[in-house]
């Protein structure tokens, strides 16, 4: 099973119930992980519709786990179809991992006092 394409429920990878999710299913249209050659760094980019609590942290934390051959892959695509937070991996730490950039589509509104609802998208400045 892949990270990427289409809706996938991502209750093993994620703390979904510490934000009250009611939907666990987010679309990952994209995830890169790079090894910088000069240094022993992973740089992991995940684009997506939207992200559960924990869920990039501990999705790295996973697969750092397969790199490491801790887990296998078989077992990680047995995780994310068990849909039990107790079969995914540990969150990774949160020192390194960045926040860089968020891409809102080109028609989204924000009001002009910059307040937003906690149903609506996006987050306005």
């Known amino acids: 099973k892949s990270l990427q394409g289409g809706p996938k429920d991502f209750t093993s990878l994620s703390n979904k119930t510490k934000e009250g999710a009611k939907d666990p299913r987010c679309h990952l ?14 740089e992991f980019d995940f684009f ?15 697969l750092v786990e397969v790199g490491t051959g801790r887990r296998t892959v078989e077992d990680f695509r047995a995780a994310m179809d068990a849909r039990d937070r ?3 991996g540990p969150a990774a ?10 891409y809102y589509p080109e028609e989204a509104e924000c009001p002009a006092d910059g307040s937003r609802e906690r149903e609506r998208l996006p987050l306005c400045a």
Do not use: C, S
């Open 86 to 88: 107790t079969r995914g």
């Open 48 to 62: 997506g519709d939207r992200f559960l609590y924990n869920m990039v942290r501990i999705i790295v934390g996973t």
């Open 93 to 102: 730490p949160a020192q390194g991992l960045t926040l860089m950039e968020i």
């Open 29 to 42: 249209n994209k995830v890169t992980v790079t090894h910088a050659a000069d240094a022993d760094i992973l």
